[in-house]
């Protein structure tokens, strides 16, 4: 095996595959594109004029942290000399991009390195109330060496809280008055319950600006703390994002990728692709498809435009592995409906090189494996998989990152962010909400009996039917 490294080039997007003379009648005409130049210029006129407003906080945080990013680097540095262990407490938009960067940057074992191979505590993310999941977590750690980062932008999820209080009442127990120093609390700088206890049990805290939601939030001290605490260069991260948000100023969208890519998604879901699928074909990348997929999901599924005119629109997100999910989806994506995109995420120089060794020379169809290496093995099913859905007439596009890298890294959330944004303009929905999440917290709520929601409870309480149960 031999290291590899390669410098901190530019992302690059293939939408050759979404063009009619490539994949046949679904795909689109150069012309049709072409027609689509207007609307995407006003699109991007319409998310650049809001840039740093209201909830696009997020756009500029590659450029507008450099005192956070200070205090985030002592704080990790401290907490690297002190700590064997960092737990984040947190879900959706506070938890996801954490799990990505960490998957993405760090070593695929990190937790089960020997300590002296290992230069950064563990990291674990509590993204659940499974009550197995935190039980078993605690059976691994040592809360004497544990620093836990409560993540919650508006203080008062149900889930982050109660991790919270379970957490906060063990490192009580077992550590008395010292247990404050156990905790770093992330979250509004005058919202929530989280910012009160913070200030009043002295925890140190990090804020979420509040045009920063939670899927847009992972270049905020969300994403950047952890980072930092597992010895990744966030600046490195920070500064890919900045070079995608260049790369992305033109309103013309032949010049612009994020652009490009929305439109795309948008005329795909105007033709009832109602599925988009992120399949990376790197061990590293596969929690970045979950990232996508809220941010997806999350921002595009919306019942209402912005007159309030229902509407319905989204794609779902379906996330893949390649190459272990062509022994498993590819079949359906080959064969069955036409009814998705399929975005592949490529690399192309991996940070390891394997090459499968000389053996099996009686076996010819074994042994014409030899020789090559198992990146050369990856990338050629991935060219294999692309011809096969091509020319069964599939779309799909294929985003390649030179190699997985901080900076890369921060260029590919950038760009998908920069997407989501442009493609929640193109649809005419508000990207920034989620009043479909809001009303199940708000049942959860009153079913457990919160003030201020009793007439949700009773309401929920009529309405529980249960005449078809086997
Ligand atoms: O994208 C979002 O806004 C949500 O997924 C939130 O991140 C999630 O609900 C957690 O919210 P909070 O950070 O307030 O605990």
Redesign the pocket.
Same mark, same amino acid.
């Given at each position: 095996m031999t290291n590899t490294d390669n410098s901190n080039g530019r992302i690059t997007v293939d939408y050759t595959n979404m063009i009619r003379s490539s994949v046949g009648k679904r795909g689109y005409t150069v012309k049709q594109l072409v027609g689509m130049e207007q609307v995407a210029e006003q699109a991007y006129m319409q998310v650049q004029a809001n840039r740093g407003k209201g909830m696009q906080g997020w756009m500029d945080l590659h450029s507008n942290q450099s005192k956070v990013v200070e205090d985030i680097l002592a704080c990790a540095k401290s907490v690297r000399s002190k700590f064997d262990t960092f737990v984040l407490l947190?879900?959706? *938009? /506070?938890a996801l991009g954490p799990i990505a960067v960490f998957n993405a940057l760090c070593h695929l074992y990190h937790n089960e390195l020997p300590d002296n191979k290992r230069n950064a505590p563990r990291f674990y993310c509590v993204d659940n109330v499974d009550p197995v999941r935190l039980s078993q977590l605690l059976d691994i750690i040592d809360v004497k060496t544990t620093m836990f980062n409560i993540?919650?932008?508006? *203080? /008062?999820?149900s889930e982050?809280m109660s991790q919270y209080l379970i957490i906060e009442c063990m490192l009580k127990q077992q550590l008395g008055d010292e247990y404050r120093h156990h905790i770093i609390a992330t979250t509004s700088r005058d919202k929530g319950n989280l910012i009160k206890l913070a200030k009043k049990n002295k925890y140190k805290t990090f804020f979420i600006d509040e045009g920063v939601?939670?899927?847009f939030c992972e270049l905020s001290p969300v994403g950047l703390l952890p980072a930092a605490v597992l010895g990744i260069d966030i600046r490195q991260l920070l500064q890919g994002a900045k070079c995608m948000d260049m790369e992305c100023s033109s309103p013309k969208m032949f010049d612009n990728p994020a652009l490009l890519l929305a439109v795309l998604q948008k005329m795909a879901m105007d033709n009832g692709n109602n599925i988009t699928v992120c399949m990376p074909y790197a061990d590293n990348l596969k929690y970045i498809a979950d990232w996508f997929a809220?941010l997806w999901a999350?921002s595009l599924g919306k019942a209402v435009d912005r007159q309030g005119n229902t509407v319905n629109v989204g794609q779902t997100p379906v996330k893949a592995l390649g190459v272990t999910d062509q022994h498993s989806q590819v079949q359906l994506y080959a064969e069955g409906p036409f009814d998705k995109v399929i975005m592949f995420l490529a690399v192309e120089q991996f940070s390891k090189s394997v090459t499968i060794p000389q053996g099996c020379e009686e076996y010819e169809n074994v042994n014409f494996l030899c020789g090559h290496t198992l990146e050369e093995l990856m990338n050629t099913e991935l060219y294999a998989t692309k011809y096969a859905l091509t020319k069964s007439g599939k779309l799909n596009y294929t985003i390649t990152l030179p190699s997985i890298t901080p900076h890369s890294i921060g260029q590919l959330l950038q760009l998908f962010m920069m997407q989501t944004a442009y493609c929640g303009e193109l649809l005419n929905i508000d990207t920034y909400n989620?009043p479909g999440?809001e009303g199940g917290k708000n049942a959860t709520y009153a079913l457990l009996g919160r003030k201020g929601y009793e007439q949700l409870r009773e309401e929920i309480g009529s309405s529980d039917k249960q005449d078809y149960i086997l």
């Open positions: 947190g879900i959706g *938009g /506070s993540v919650t932008k508006s *203080g /008062s999820t982050t939601g939670g899927r809220q999350e989620q999440v």
